[in-house]
């Protein structure tokens, strides 16, 4: 999170802090279906991928969210954790947006402030847009194609505006020739070349490379418009200036927001916004056992920051409130990493050996269990991204016949690595994430049944990127071992895989690729995957990748992380989503009565 170079980097603290998620309190809930949901109605995993509540939501009343955090950042240039991406869609739109749909479909891309999905010409490197008629501000001006750029531009700004994604820099400005629109000198500060503004209503951007995500990334929250006059530039989080169908009323930062309606917005200028409450609010509370049992009680309709219940609420959740509940997949998967550059795991049967010796199911237990740490992980792709297989493909056979370890090939693969009675090392693990502690523990359990004797090193995870991050400390220190977690940032193998898997994304400080891969072949499939327009293929390419990374022996998967979510009686038209990692996708809840 510390440089600007690539935002894989900030992805971390996507990982680390916005979901806080799976490292605290995810849970994953086994058993049938309680209550049924054939037609919408309230029921356990009822919101799982599908509808609950469908065509029940009324116009008006006060929505309620709560959550132990704040966002990073409200201003749409800077925030990065999951939840502001899902809840800003209530004030940012963009060109394109993702489907209000459930589960994969959701991922999608779909016309937003565009009339269309754009003209793509020059083999993929050139994308025209022209906007729909109606699109406002919440003064009642017309958002225009240069506002989009404006907004777009403060991505390059990163003095001012640290701490979002990059993407739309690497992808258009590559070689970040351009300086922001703070040092811009030409006169209307939009002097960024790869993005032209012929007149009000269409937009053009030039790529140097062609890159098939370029439409994820125009979805993303940091390509929504901004208008010059409203930039209050580092203050802008406070109060961003509305092009939604919801506006700031009021916000504390660490204590609560509130949204009220932007009369200004006109539903026949916005395709994918149903826009169903009066209001929106949303309450911080440190206190999860407090926030949980207000959320049980129905004070409050939905977690925002979707962490899932912590276990105190999960066991009252669970036996009293379970209808309530969904239990989704999340796009995370929590795993053992082993750095190539300490000995012996620059021998891929030592490798081997570790994944072969884990016992699977106390890593799980580790986590949580089934019911707070996730199916168990055969692969490093997670099955909410095109191309993931989940169990199905499972080369070491995790999830069957060596769930509980196979010792025996354990030291058959420790003998091909010419340490028969086993080595010493060390497992690196973050010491305020309990459950990453325990699973270093049985993982240390496991290991010492075949002869490998490891120490656990624990580190403050708020210095991750110069710790784990640093390759030159890693292989100091020799920590063989990394146990870490990861989510996409947009629902594909690129925006998932690069900064885990391209030789290109090693770093020295700040860096993501532990294993440090350096595999011409998956390289080349990155490249061919980002040359490919054709969508079929992509998930072709995207599931070879992940094949080539796990024959390397580079991870340990630990789980296919689970969510536990709770939402009121009184929320309808809710589900959720692939877009945002299982999420509940916000922007089109509604009530079931208004009173």
């Not at 506002?147 to 993407?167: F, M």
């Not at 951007?205 to 901004?226: E, G, I, R, W, Y």
């Not at 995370?332 to 300490?342: E, G, H, K, M």
């Not at 493909?393 to 509980?404: E, G, L, S």
Request: proline share 5%; aromatic share 10%; net charge positive.
């Amino acid at each position: 999170m510390t440089t600007q170079r690539t935002s894989g980097r900030r992805k971390q603290a996507l990982a680390a802090a916005a979901v806080v998620a799976g490292l605290l309190t995810t849970a994953a809930c086994g058993g049938g279906n309680d209550g049924g949901s054939k037609n919408g109605a309230a029921g356990f995993d009822a919101a799982n991928n599908k509808v609950a509540q469908a065509d029940q939501a009324k116009k008006g009343g006060t929505l309620k969210f709560v959550s132990t955090q704040d966002a990073d950042s409200w201003d749409t240039t800077r925030g990065y954790y999951g939840f502001m991406w899902d809840f800003s869609r209530y004030y940012s739109r963009q060109l394109l947006t993702y489907k209000t749909e459930p589960g994969a479909e959701g991922a999608k891309v779909t016309p937003d402030l565009a009339t269309d999905m754009g003209k793509v010409t020059d083999g993929g490197k050139t994308y025209t847009f022209t906007l729909r008629d109606g699109g406002t501000w919440e003064d009642g001006k017309a958002i225009t194609s240069q506002d989009i750029k404006y907004g777009i531009e403060r991505v390059w700004a990163q003095d001012v505006l640290s701490g979002g994604p990059i993407y739309l820099q690497q992808m258009l400005d590559p070689k970040n020739t351009y300086k922001g629109p703070y040092k811009d000198t030409a006169k209307d500060h939009l002097g960024l070349k790869a993005i032209d503004t012929p007149d009000a209503k269409t937009i053009v951007f030039h790529l140097p490379k062609a890159n098939s995500d370029f439409l994820q990334v125009l979805a993303m929250t940091a390509a929504s418009p901004v208008r010059q006059d409203k930039d209050t530039k580092s203050k802008y989080g406070l109060h961003p200036f509305s092009s939604g169908p919801y506006k700031f009323d009021s916000y504390s930062p660490g204590k609560n927001l509130v949204l009220v309606r932007n009369t200004n917005w006109k539903a026949s200028s916005d395709p994918v916004r149903k826009a169903y409450p009066d209001k929106i609010t949303l309450d911080i509370s440190t206190n999860q056992a407090d926030s949980d049992q207000r959320l049980i009680n129905g004070d409050y309709d939905i977690d925002a920051s979707q962490t899932g219940l912590g276990s105190q609420g999960r066991q009252i959740a669970l036996k009293q409130h379970k209808a309530n509940l969904d239990n989704p997949v999340s796009g995370f998967i929590r795993y053992a990493v082993f750095p190539q550059s300490v000995k012996p795991f620059d021998n891929e049967h030592c490798r081997k050996a570790v994944i072969y010796a884990a016992d699977h199911v106390s890593l799980q237990t580790a986590r949580g269990g089934p019911i707070a740490g996730g199916d168990i992980g055969t692969n490093m792709l997670p099955p909410s991204v095109a191309g993931g297989e989940g169990q199905k493909y499972d080369p070491y056979q995790i999830a069957t016949k060596n769930k509980n370890g196979n010792v025996a090939l354990a030291k058959q693969e420790l003998k091909a690595c010419g340490k028969p009675s086993g080595f010493s090392t060390t497992i690196a693990v973050r010491n305020n994430k309990q459950q990453e502690v325990a699973t270093a523990e049985s993982l240390q359990a496991s290991l010492k049944k075949v002869g490998i004797n490891a120490d656990i090193y624990q580190y403050d995870g708020s210095q991750s990127p110069g710790i784990i991050g640093s390759p030159s400390n890693v292989a100091k220190k020799k920590l063989g071992i990394i146990i870490m977690g990861w989510g996409p940032d947009f629902p594909t193998v690129q925006g998932y895989g690069i900064p885990l898997w391209s030789s290109s994304y090693i770093l020295q400080s700040g860096n993501n690729n532990y294993a440090l891969i350096k595999d011409k072949s998956i390289d080349g499939l990155f490249d061919q995957y980002t040359s490919t327009l054709d969508e079929a293929k992509k998930t072709q390419i995207s599931t070879e990748i992940n094949h080539k990374v796990m024959e390397g022996a580079y991870y340990l998967p630990f789980t296919f992380e689970r969510l536990l979510n709770i939402r009121s009686s009184r929320v309808a038209n809710v589900y959720t989503t692939n877009a945002y990692s299982g999420y509940y996708d916000f922007v089109n809840l509604g009530l079931k009565s208004t009173k």
